[in-house]
């Protein structure tokens, strides 16, 4: 039997793929209309966000929320992937002498010139589409991938420990970045500015905007129907709010536009998207503003939402 609509928090574990827990809580909420506001990878353990049915529309304006991750650096060698999962690339004599040369106050100087607007190259093996297809798939393809660096903010970048060990220094780290930013990048870079190569050995995201991983549920022993939280409420938590009279919400799920009050939008989401909430703490639609007017951008169901 099928839930309603809303979004699920998971705790995803370590070694399967975001796509594995898709499909088990397909088999779960008995629906196929399940989605993600971004994907981590299988040796990354963390915070998924799920949209369910009609949900899946909200994850549009989720997906691009910072994030907050904790990891650890490895300093002293690379990888074929800038993480645990690629082929180890033998350590030079260059490698070995910049790790003997690591302070906490160098490591300190690196970390800080990654925070900010930076221009970032994602590693070959990622996501990224080249010309439609993933660098990842031409990159097992045999192909020679060159991906162009793109503009991303890291807003925090903090070390919470080092451990020196034979030939390596590991690094326990903090990140806050915006949605885009690859960690496992940063720890190539870092190495790179330090002299040697580094790769991301462990990672886990904790919060996505305003989604902690401490609210999320394991997989084992889910429970959807209780962890499902509503379309409103998701809503509220993503995003600026206009509450709506019944005769607006009505209108809005026709698709009508409807006049817009100064007194209920925040001088500073005045050219925000809005979750247009009505009595009943209904999400009818994502709306707009234009002029004095509000439009649908994208209306939710209501019989889903019951």
């Not at 991303?152 to 390596?168: H, I, W």
């Not at 959807?224 to 379309?231: K, W």
Request: hydrophobic fraction near 40%.
């Amino acid at each position: 039997m099928g839930v309603n609509s809303g979004i699920l928090l998971v705790d995803k574990p370590q070694g399967i793929t975001s796509h594995d827990v898709v499909a088990r809580m397909r088999r779960l909420a008995g629906t196929r209309k399940i989605g993600h506001a971004g994907t981590l990878d299988p040796m990354a353990t963390g915070l998924l966000v799920l949209g369910v049915d009609s949900a899946t529309r909200l994850l549009h304006y989720l997906v691009g929320l910072d994030k907050e991750y904790f990891a650890t650096i490895r300093l002293g060698w690379g990888t074929t992937t800038d993480d645990a999962e690629g082929e180890p690339l033998p350590a030079t004599d260059v490698d070995r002498a910049a790790i003997a040369a690591l302070t906490d106050e160098s490591i300190h100087v690196a970390m800080l010139r990654q925070v900010g607007e930076i221009d970032q190259v994602p590693s070959a093996v990622s996501a990224v589409k080249v010309d439609g297809k993933r660098a990842y798939q031409r990159v097992r393809d045999g192909e020679q991938v060159e991906l162009a660096s793109r503009r991303v903010t890291v807003s925090a970048f903090e070390l919470l420990e080092s451990r020196a060990g034979d030939g390596y220094v590991d690094l326990d780290v903090r990140v806050e970045c915006s949605s885009g930013t690859y960690v496992r990048a940063l720890a190539r870079d870092l190495g790179s500015a330090l002299g040697t190569a580094g790769h991301l050995t462990a990672l886990r995201r904790s919060r996505i905007g305003q989604y902690s991983v401490d609210e999320a549920s394991e997989l084992e022993g889910f429970d959807v129907v209780a962890s499902l939280i509503g379309p409103a409420a998701a809503a509220r938590r993503s995003m600026p709010v206009v509450e709506v009279t019944a005769a607006e919400a009505v209108d809005l799920g026709h698709g009508k536009r409807v006049a817009v009050d100064e007194a209920r939008l925040a001088a500073s989401d005045r050219d925000a998207s809005f979750a247009a909430i009505a009595p009943g703490d209904r999400l009818i639609a994502i709306v707009e503003r234009r002029g004095d007017q509000l439009k649908v951008i994208t209306g939710f169901p209501q019989q889903e939402q019951s």
